[in-house]
């Protein structure tokens, strides 16, 4: 009886999260289609990047360690987003003319992540302005602690980039390694004229 409990339990599971995904690309859907009847034909839309390795979550972790579960989430939902793009670019029949690019949030998290240096980085873990274990554990207030380098640091506080970190997603979408971006850069979708 404890198998079928934890197996109806896990299904459940499941069942929400397929459900809470849909609800976001049906909200999603509507504002572009609202969008595009006001006239809007280019799209430059950024998808959930690795939420699971901010500070915040990984304060949650007594190793530091990303919550794998919040990625999976995060990636389930970027692959229906990407999904949704999709079928909205390609049905010309009822939103002619739309072109999108795609950001790849997740993607250039993960790649940062992996090499911060590659980024020019030394701190993807925690906040450059905050206080306690990860910075995380007081916010960041006018008399918090900073860190040295604030460009050697990817997030700001709980969750949002430094300046360095916010030029390497700007600099990455907008004309860089084409791995970052589907089906264009942001340039390139700049450069579409329109139909």
């Known amino acids: 009886m404890a198998a079928f409990a934890v197996t109806h339990q896990h299904h459940q599971q499941q069942s929400d999260v397929a459900a ?7 909200n999603y859907s509507a504002a ?3 969008l595009y009847g006001m006239g809007a034909r280019k799209f430059g839309v950024i998808n959930v990047g690795q939420i699971g390795c901010a500070p915040l979550q990984r304060l949650q972790s007594p ?3 990303c919550a794998d579960g919040m990625n999976v989430l995060a990636g389930g939902f970027d692959d229906a987003l990407r999904s949704l793009l999709g079928r909205l670019g390609s049905d010309d029949q009822r939103l002619p003319g739309l072109a999108y690019s795609l950001g790849d949030l997740y993607g250039l998290m993960q790649a940062t992540i992996a090499d911060p240096r590659a980024a020019g980085l030394s701190n993807v873990d ?3 302005c905050g206080g306690g274990r990860l910075g995380t554990q007081s916010g960041c207030q006018p008399n918090s602690t900073l860190c040295a380098d604030r460009r050697s640091y ?3 506080d709980y969750g949002h980039p ?3 970190g916010a030029e390497l997603v700007a600099t990455a979408f907008y004309d860089g390694p084409a791995r970052f971006t589907l089906p264009v850069s942001f340039k390139q979708l700049m450069l579409i004229s329109r139909g």
């Open 162 to 164: 430094t300046q360095r």
């Open 32 to 34: 572009i289609k609202e």
């Open 63 to 65: 190793t530091g360690a």
């Open 126 to 128: 925690a906040a450059c």
């Open 154 to 156: 990817l997030f700001w």
């Open 20 to 26: 809470f995904y849909s609800s976001l690309i049906s």
